[in-house]
């Protein structure tokens, strides 16, 4: 059965000029440190910073809740397997929301241009 679905779009100009301006403050805040040290291993890094925006944004749209009601975007990490597939990673608030729904699985889809990152997320129970 579904629990919830998100999708969400990101202009990547607009990570730049946040990142331009805040640097690590913003990092720090947003991202974990391994998804820093991904996204920095790239020559355009704001661009997978986008992405991986876009998936934390679709994940709060899929559990039905906005910023601040419980979960930081930190706690929600796109993590890539071996074969490169991108899943989450949950902690804290995150964490604890997923297994109190009841939530089994998350599926998670990620695409990028140069100018667009966009996320889905689908959350089964």
């Not at 796109?78 to 699985?105: C, E, H, M, R, W």
């Amino acid at each position: 059965m579904i629990y919830g679905v998100g999708i969400d779009l990101v202009e990547n100009d607009r990570i730049e000029k946040i990142i331009q301006k805040w640097d690590e403050k913003f990092l720090c805040r947003v991202f974990s440190d391994r998804e820093i040290e991904y996204c920095s291993r790239h020559a355009q890094a704001h661009i997978h910073y986008g992405a991986r925006f876009a998936v934390k944004e679709a994940f709060l749209k899929a559990i039905g809740i906005g910023l601040g009601r419980g979960v930081k975007l930190r706690e929600i990490e796109v993590v890539n397997g071996q074969s490169g597939k991108p899943t989450l990673k949950l902690y804290g608030g995150a964490k604890d929301f997923f297994q109190q729904a009841g939530i089994q699985t998350a599926y998670l889809s990620i695409t990028h241009t140069k100018k667009y990152a966009s996320a889905l997320v689908l959350l089964e129970k």
